[in-house]
């Protein structure tokens, strides 16, 4: 194809041209001379050779310039072609389409969809530039040259996020930008509802305990010279009584109702989320005046206490209140909330239905909490996470039928962190997340290499966490981790407590089903201690409970114990659940249990929490009969 810059060229190749024309002429036109005969024809061809130099080089010219002048026209009108096939491909492109002066950015032409998206040919504000139809600052994209994030007013009014593509057009006046909008208005809407989802409670509305946890820690960045903040940790008191005497829609309404009136004081000062369970947490900023938490508490235990939950049995709303202030009592989140925490801790042990400040006093305990969070955090990168496992046996037969895995800590001074301090905490900074996960590959790597030696072949156990339930991504988590260990699905256990068990939404009992319908089973631990029965969980895949030690102690001996221990094996067996009764010390009580239909026991008797390459999982004699 002819090109311009090819056609630029074509004086100075005509001038070369005409110049060897001319030097092939005198050479050629002497010799002629010399071959002709002297005469008459001579004379004239010697007279008429500058005029015949001149013929033949317009001929030749013209013939060259013929040539050139084709050429470039056949490319003009492929060129016109091209152009046209691609205006109409630009046209009846669905998105909004722009070609803009590179240097001033004036709009030279645009498709359809753009006059149809901005009304570009409205009488009214007619759009001359492609800033015009910005409503917010533009965003460039570092990893993507040529691309802009941008806002752009349509033309009913309405704002759309778009994504710009622009790429550099030639073209006969000049270079020029073709722009691209594509609308990410959708896409943008739905990744910030799943950011919004991620961060509201679903049963409440309000956000979430990590939602607050971060605001609490960017106002302390952001907090001017002289500014002041306060926390309000408010735990409902006797909330478990709704629950356990209206049954737990009942609770849910409650705490529905509770976190309206809570959330009635939110402003652009107060922020207001539940922290877990019938725990809600306030943060105010901009403080002038100590007593304005103060006054805010009153305000929300009035609002509490008006709050009744009337189906069959009517309870009154009371709530305990602990406050910490920002600085002095933390200078960084993690501290403010203990101190909170320990405040509200204060209120409870005092008789509740009370507010409690925090005062030095209470340090003792916030600092142990923060100790704990940030040595949990070094333990865990540094491997001093370690696990014992502890049998479970047969009453019929003696054999192990199960093993629980048990976290321990271990610091680097030989002394050990027990599980009933940091499980808690970890529970409460969300740390649990990895240490459960940890948990679950680590007792997987063991079961395999048990299995891979013939030693033991049953299922292991691993305690859960409603945090861990909750993570999005949990169940897959666990399948992937399963999968990956090539052990079958029956073979893990997943305990979760009675209380969580008690206190389950939608979410987390779907994610139980979940994981029950994938074969793994799910065990409710520490039974009876929340007072519950089992009829409460017929909602629920359970495969097994494991009766409370506090019951199993001295079953042999006590009257009440063994009629509430007989009902919960009768009941489970009823609902086809297996029964493990914990803490079992003595063999009376062991036997007891045997008798009355228990099918397995786990304690002291037969067999202690030991490391791995200490454990024995050989059949228990203890339970033969006596020689």
Known sequence: METLAELQRQPRLLAKRYFLLGLAWIAVSDSIAVALSPGNWTDIYVASKGLLFVVLSAVFIYGLQRRAVDRFLQSRSRLDRLERSYSRLVDNLPLPCFVVHPQHGHILEAN???????????????IRRLADLDTAPRLALPDAPGEQLARHRRADGSDADVRLLSTRLGREEGDVDLVVCLDITAQLHEQELQRLRAGIDPLTGLPTRGVLHERIGRSIRTAPDGHRMAVLFIDLDHFKLINDVQGHPAGDRHLRDIAMRIGAFADRHVSVGRFGGDEFIVLMTGLDDDEAPVRLARDIRAAVAEAVCTDDFGVAGTCSIGIAWWPEHGADADTLLSAGDAALAHAKQSGRD???????????????YVSLVQGLRQALAAGRIRFRYQPQYCLSTGEVVGVEALSTWHEPDGSEVKASEFIPVAERSGQIV???????????????????????????????????????????????????????MDRVELEITETVALHLDDELRTSLIRLAAM?????????????????????????????????????????????????MLQMAASLGIGTVAEGVERIEEARWLRDHGCDAVQGYLLGR????????????RALDPPA
């Not at 007792?443 to 156990?461: F, K, T």
């Not at 929490?609 to 228990?620: G, K, V």
């Open 112 to 126: 359809r969809a753009a006059n149809d998206t901005y009304g570009m040919q409205a009488p009214a504000g007619r």
């Open 609 to 620: 929490p030991a490391a791995a390459d200490r454990l024995d999982l050989a059949r228990s």
């Open 354 to 368: 009370r507010i409690v400040a925090f005062d030095p006093s209470m340090r003792r305990a916030a600092t142990r």
């Open 519 to 567: 074969g793994v089973t799910i065990a409710i631990d520490d039974f009876g201690r929340g007072y519950s029965s089992l009829s409460h969980f017929k909602r629920l895949p359970i495969g097994k409970v494991k009766i409370d030690a506090s019951f199993v102690r001295n079953v042999d001996r006590l009257t009440d114990s063994q009629a509430i221990v007989s009902s």
């Open 434 to 488: 990895e240490l459960g996960l940890l948990a679950l590959r680590e007792s997987l790597a063991q079961l395999g290499a048990w299995s891979r030696g013939g030693v033991y072949r049953g299922p292991i156990a691993v305690n859960v966490s409603p945090v861990q339930l909750r993570q999005h991504g949990f169940v897959d988590q666990v399948h992937a981790s399963i999968i990956a260990s090539g052990l079958r």
